[in-house]
């Protein structure tokens, strides 16, 4: 059986990205768990809490966002790392039999990292080219969290800059102070809005014609694929712009089944 056990479940690029696998390992008839923290992940995928979590020897075991203080007794350990200075892969303790990194610039932002790695991107989005309303032409987006990396105000004041005649924040507050401070004094309900995290990401950007994007820190932002895909212009920073692999979703699952020896 694969056991993804992750540090943080709850709503987020990783969560998303480890939903998606989860779900799609399962369709290629391999048994797959995802195991987190928190309750967001719970009605999403074949799913559990991280406190009822039991390892088995002939588990594979795919670890994000945690350590272990050895190699736990079971077939294959893949630590799977979504993170840059969150959680830099060649500082913690060795306890996983290969890494998996999410494109070339990532991996070598790891450099420290001497044992095996893996390149694998994320599954890609199940979402199609927006069909944009009226009323989404000169309306930018800032989706994700709202806290100091993503750096949300600047990417609204970029976009008031550019001319856009209305912003929406899609998100969650993950910084309350950062809020407080940065966002709450720009929000005016008239040409900078609020609208809070979506799930339904169709809709989303359907009600957009541009997204920015201004974080200190990215390694493979989900939001750019996803502009691609929806017919979305992505405005992004140096800190966004990311090496891909053009590969299918079917190429993706195929990387994981031959690192999964399955």
Same mark, same amino acid.
């Given at each position: 059986?694969?056991?993804? +056990?992750t540090?943080?479940?709850? $709503? ?43 390892? @088995? ?17 079971? $077939?294959?350990?893949?630590? %799977? %790392?979504? @993170?840059?200075?969150?959680? @830099? ?29 893996? !390149?694998?991107?994320?599954?890609? /989005?199940?979402?199609s +080219? ?15 969290? !709202?806290?100091?990396? $993503? ?10 800059e ?6 929406? !924040?899609?998100?969650n507050?993950?910084? $309350?102070?950062?809020?407080?401070n ?10 900078? !809005? ?8 169709? @809709? ?39 090496d891909?692999? %053009? +590969? ?5 699952? /195929? ?8």
């Amino acid at each position: 059986m694969v056991k993804i +056990i992750t540090g943080w479940s709850n $709503k987020g690029g990783s969560t998303f990205a480890f939903v998606n696998l989860t779900n799609e390992l399962n369709k290629n008839g391999i048994d797959t768990t995802l195991y987190g923290p928190h309750d967001w992940h719970l009605d999403k995928c074949k799913s559990d809490k991280t406190s009822n979590l039991k390892l @088995e020897s002939d588990d594979v075991i795919i670890v994000h966002f945690l350590t272990f203080n050895s190699k736990p007794n079971v $077939k294959q350990v893949i630590l %799977s %790392s979504h @993170e840059k200075n969150l959680f @830099e892969v060649g500082k913690i303790k060795p306890f996983c039999d290969d890494v998996v990194f999410l494109n070339k610039k990532h991996k070598k932002y790891h450099k420290d990292y001497k044992g095996k790695s893996t !390149i694998i991107p994320n599954l890609k /989005e199940t979402i199609s +080219i927006s069909q944009k309303s009226d009323d989404s032409i000169g309306v930018a987006g800032v989706i994700g969290s !709202i806290d100091e990396n $993503k750096q949300t105000h600047v990417s609204i004041k970029r976009a008031l800059e550019d001319g856009c005649n209305k912003v929406i !924040i899609f998100g969650n507050v993950t910084d $309350k102070n950062y809020y407080e401070n940065y966002i709450k004094p720009l929000i005016d309900n008239v040409k900078v !809005i609020e609208y809070g995290f979506i799930s339904d990401k169709q @809709e989303m950007y359907g009600m957009i014609e541009f997204v920015y994007l201004s974080s200190k820190s990215e390694v493979a932002s989900l939001v750019k694929d996803e502009c691609e895909t929806t017919g979305t212009t992505f405005k992004g920073n140096e800190d966004t712009d990311h090496d891909g692999l %053009s +590969i299918t979703n079917e190429e993706i699952i /195929e990387k994981w089944k031959n690192l999964l020896k399955i």
